[in-house]
């Protein structure tokens, strides 16, 4: 292929060059569009899984838990701090006690000692 292009003028040559750029830019276009279609149909898949997953949880566990199950299948769109929300919190009333005044024993020194 390289022998067709010695004979061609420089002008030539850039008119070829721009020719190329040209197509290789419509390729990539087209691979962006058709990945981009690819994700989207993708996209779809995932939310009929999440869908179809969620009525299954239904019929087994019933609505409440499908629900909380949902919410925690699907990590995309849920925070999870590592803290149980809905945990029972037990409170209970208490004397107050005295404040614990146990001093060290030995006590420290700050400062620069020189000797």
């Known amino acids: 292929m390289g022998e067709e292009l010695s004979g061609l003028s420089v002008k030539d040559l850039q008119h070829l060059e721009n020719q190329l750029e040209g197509s290789l830019k419509g390729v990539r276009t087209k691979k962006g569009h ?3 279609q690819e994700n989207l149909e993708l996209y779809k898949k995932v939310d009929l899984i999440h869908q179809q997953n969620t ?6 566990y019933g609505t409440r838990e499908a629900n909380e199950a949902s ?5 995309n ?3 999870n ?3 149980d929300l809905h945990a029972p919190v037990r409170l209970q009333l ?3 006690q005295p404040p614990k005044n146990n001093a060290p024993a030995k006590s420290m ?3 620069l000692q020189l000797h």
């Open 34 to 36: 058709l990945i981009h």
């Open 81 to 83: 701090n590592g803290y």
């Open 77 to 79: 769109y849920t925070f």
């Open 94 to 96: 208490s004397q107050p």
């Open 55 to 60: 009525e299954l949880q239904k019929k087994i």
């Open 71 to 75: 919410r925690i299948s699907h990590p």
């Open 109 to 111: 020194k700050l400062g």
